[in-house]
């Protein structure tokens, strides 16, 4: 590829709702353009590395016995009315009506349609097992679309379904899948973790998700250092035995004096293991209209600092809920809640405030306490754009760090992750449902064993950049880089010399079979360097005349600090 006949569009800043590296990594490198909120254009540069993304699962797949199959992104409503999911989906379930009133939906997933495929086309125990999959685009009405790829309502997804005789073999098909993801992470070249799942009320424990561990995922993951027990925090919860942890409602009820409770009796209620000097506690609202739908979410801020005076607590806002962090004096915090002057601390929030869960509670004092005290001044907190926002919907949580791990093997640790992947038993629930069957071997029906296997293609490539890359821009693993080389050749318009040794290197590495582009658009050499560090491109040949003299081009991986001197007919060998 020339970069002259390409599409290279790259941006000084990033837009202000991009608050993680891989929105704007992904902004500023072209990759993406927002239509609409969680809706994104793929660009050239960006579709590149979702279709090499794609070719990855797509290998493994097929490699693991899978067949693909493409379902259609508009689904007949009928056949979610079979199985209720229609009725009982929610919001994040996009319906829509043709123009003769029929119900439609846009595919989030696609259990219903494969059920059906499977209950027309596996008529006999002899076709199965059978796990058909697709690559394919998903619509979820997300409650907070953002960061971009991460979590769009429009997306990317490999979907794949197994249907098994019998639950022994379905677990079997899990397994196969389970071993394929492997397979598919291990190549990606990512840090990532398996961790057991919630798998509902059926299928046991085989529900695992797979997490690319980063400090801006939204998920939470429990795992154990001196073992290899990992889960996601649900099910860590669902595990644990309950601590007796009182809802904050009825903790800050019992809260002493107002103006007289101190940081440790409130940490103490709400059984907060709270370690830096800072001493915080955090509590979600829920914003309501009139008609007391919640309309959206707020979290306020107490920071209690020093000697825990409760006079002392500032209340603030968290970004990216409803207006930019700032502290608010006591005088304002008073307005704001309608409360007496004086009326303050823990008690004051028994208020207008609904406390949504304790689980809230913990996450944010995770944050607090991952924060540095340098962080908090007198003017405000730089939280780090870093920095996830929690997930109101979460629920109650129990799991704190330092806790024994349920195998009795150490201490639980606990890490953020973004979900890549997830592998799931589901039993007869859908085959049940939409009366899917097949003659066993006995000549009697019997409904499918089914598993069904997810992984975020479009979600990946932005959990890969939050993993790699730096104040430059973004470190693509060579795997799924939208182009593995680029040759810059410094004064091309001017220099035959130069001209036709990129020419000629050029047709070299494509001969090898290397995704190399030239850049022959005659930008500066800063202007030229710039672009592809923030692309992210791992290999970089220069050429000038200057070098070319001498035999010589520089060679830079996107991970060296500077570029080494090498002998031009040796640069094919350096970007293999
Ligand atoms: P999440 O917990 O992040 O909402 P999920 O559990 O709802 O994800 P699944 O139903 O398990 O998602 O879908 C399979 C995969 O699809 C997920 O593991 C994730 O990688 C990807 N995915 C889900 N929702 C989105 C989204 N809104 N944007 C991008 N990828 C997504
Ligand atoms: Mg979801
Ligand atoms: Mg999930
Ligand atoms: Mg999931």
């Not at 123009?99 to 059906?116: A, I, L, Y």
């Not at 890549?420 to 003659?439: D, E």
């Not at 000038?544 to 080494?564: F, I, N, P």
């Amino acid at each position: 590829m020339k970069a002259s006949s390409f599409l290279v569009s790259t941006l000084k800043e990033a837009p202000a709702d991009a608050e993680v590296a891989s929105h704007r990594l992904m902004m500023r490198a072209g990759m993406i353009k927002k239509l609409g909120a969680g809706i994104y254009n793929y660009m050239p540069m960006g579709l590149r590395v979702i279709r090499k993304v794609e070719a990855i699962v797509r290998e493994e797949m097929n490699r693991a016995g899978a067949v693909e199959v493409a379902m259609p992104v508009v689904q007949p409503a009928e056949y979610w009315q079979e199985t209720g999911r229609f009725e009982k989906m929610g919001p994040e379930l996009l319906r829509i009506r043709d123009r003769h009133g029929r119900d439609f939906v846009v595919q989030p997933t696609s259990e219903e349609v494969v059920t059906d495929i499977a209950r027309q086309e596996f008529r006999s125990y002899k076709q199965l097992p059978k796990n058909l999959y697709q690559i394919q685009t998903k619509f979820r009405d997300e409650r907070r679309p953002r960061f971009g790829l991460m979590r769009g309502r429009e997306f990317i997804m490999k979907d794949a379904y197994s249907f098994d005789r019998s639950p022994e073999a379905a677990q079997a098909s899990y397994q196969n899948m389970a071993a394929a993801y492997r397979r598919i992470f291990d190549r990606f070249g990512l840090r990532y973790r398996a961790v057991a799942a919630d798998s509902g009320a059926i299928g046991g424990d085989l529900s695992e998700e797979f997490q690319v561990i980063a400090a801006t995922g939204e998920d939470a993951i429990v795992y154990c250092p001196q073992s290899d027990y990992a889960a996601n925090i649900e099910k860590a919860e669902a595990l644990a035995p309950t601590h007796a942890r009182p809802a904050p409602a009825q903790a800050m009820e019992k809260v002493a004096t107002p103006g007289k409770s101190t940081c440790a009796d409130v940490a103490a209620l709400l059984n907060l293991d709270i370690k830096r000097t800072v001493k915080s506690i955090v509590l979600a609202t829920d914003v309501l209209d009139d008609q007391g739908e919640i309309k959206g979410s707020e979290v306020w801020l107490l920071l209690l600092r020093g000697d825990h005076d409760m006079n002392e607590v500032k209340v603030g806002k968290l970004p990216g809920l409803g207006g930019g962090f700032r502290f608010a004096s006591l005088a304002e915090i008073d307005a704001h809640f309608g409360t007496k002057p004086g009326y303050l601390g823990p008690v004051g929030l028994k208020l207008p405030l609904k406390i949504v869960a304790d689980r809230e509670v913990a996450l944010m004092a995770d944050w607090i306490a991952g924060a540095n005290e340098a962080d908090f001044h007198v003017t405000g907190i730089n939280w780090g754009r870093d920095l996830p926002e929690p997930d109101f919907v979460a629920d109650i949580r129990n799991v704190v760090d330092g806790d024994a791990s349920p195998d009795g093997k150490g201490a639980l640790a606990i890490e953020r992750g973004i979900e890549v992947g997830h592998v799931f038993y589901l039993g007869t629930k859908y085959s049940k449902a939409m009366s899917a069957t097949f003659l066993d071997e006995d000549g009697k029906p019997r409904h499918f064993e089914m598993g069904c296997y997810g992984i975020g293609v479009t979600r990946l490539p932005a959990a890969a950049i939050e993993q790699n890359h730096d104040e430059r821009g973004i470190v693509w693993p060579d795997a799924i880089a939208p182009f593995t080389a680029v040759i810059c050749p410094i004064g091309m318009d001017r220099s035959e010399a130069v001209r036709q040794a990129a020419e000629q290197l050029y047709a070299e590495l494509q001969a090898a079979g290397i995704d190399v582009l030239l850049d022959d658009r005659g930008e500066r050499p800063g202007a030229m360097f710039a672009d592809w560090e923030l692309i992210g491109v791992p290999h970089r040949v220069v050429l000038s005349d200057r070098g070319l003299k001498e035999g010589t081009v520089e060679y830079q991986h996107r991970r060296d600090t500077e570029a080494s001197k090498i002998a031009l007919a040796d640069a094919a060998a350096h970007v293999k």
